[in-house]
């Protein structure tokens, strides 16, 4: 199936900085979800992106959505171990529930 | 609030076994999203339902997969016969209507064919 194209694929990185990644893709999107997969559990929805240029933050955490709808980062502050885990973009077109999702960012953070 | 329940966790079986992985959506929610997880392909969606009918099951790899979903609140997604290539966690998300409500998984059956 398409995949977005997520990048870094991973990051190391010590406790304390802050992490960026991003998604981008091809194709329109009209809705961008940030999803964070700890080991052996399900995603889980961290942050939801409904408009163009629209910036959200929850916590530490902080994403946008591009304006060309094509493209959307997400940040994270102040990094902690807890923040270990893997990193999931996804994109929805439309009135189609169907979600596209990037390959993921692994993030690792050294106390 | 109880989430999306999966069962089983795991599951370890023999190439040409039946396999049926079970799930519960959160109650109220209207769509129910079947994915496949594999370090290769990433996450890919098998099947979505709409108030218990099927409305894309595009992603379905092959005939051996078939997918039910009798009630508002359990579906299944059954491999038969199974294959080792068949071998990746199994996620079941659902979500309710409206325009862009985020999908919820579940933790998910990590599936093994030998």
């Known amino acids: 199936g398409q995949q977005l194209n997520q990048s870094p694929q991973s990051m190391f990185i010590q406790e304390g900085e802050d992490v960026s990644m991003n998604c981008t893709s091809s194709?329109?999107?009209?809705?961008w979800l940030w999803y964070k997969q700890d080991p052996g559990e399900g995603p889980v929805l961290l942050i939801a992106?409904?408009?163009?240029?629209e910036l959200t933050s929850n916590g530490r955490l902080t994403a946008q959505f591009g304006i060309t709808r094509k493209d959307s980062f997400l940040n994270i502050s102040a990094s902690i171990p807890s923040d270990v885990g893997i990193y999931f973009c996804a994109g929805q077109r439309g009135s189609n529930y169907k979600l596209t999702f990037g390959k993921g960012t692994l993030l690792t953070v050294n106390p | 609030d109880a989430g999306v329940i999966q069962s089983p966790r795991h599951e370890v079986t023999e190439m040409g076994q039946e396999v049926t992985l079970r799930c519960k959506p959160i109650s109220g929610h209207d769509y129910l999203f079947w994915y496949r997880q594999t370090m290769m392909r990433g996450l890919e969606l098998l099947i979505y339902f709409n108030n218990n009918v099927p409305i894309d099951d595009s992603g379905m790899p092959e005939d051996r997969f078939s997918a039910k979903m009798p009630n508002a609140s359990f579906s299944t997604l059954k491999i038969q016969p199974s294959e080792p290539r068949d071998s990746a966690v199994y996620f079941c998300a659902s979500s309710s209507s409206g325009g862009g409500q985020p999908q919820h998984f579940g933790d998910g059956t990590r599936l093994s064919i030998l």
């Open positions: 992106l409904y408009k163009a240029g």
């Open positions: 194709s329109i999107f009209n809705t």
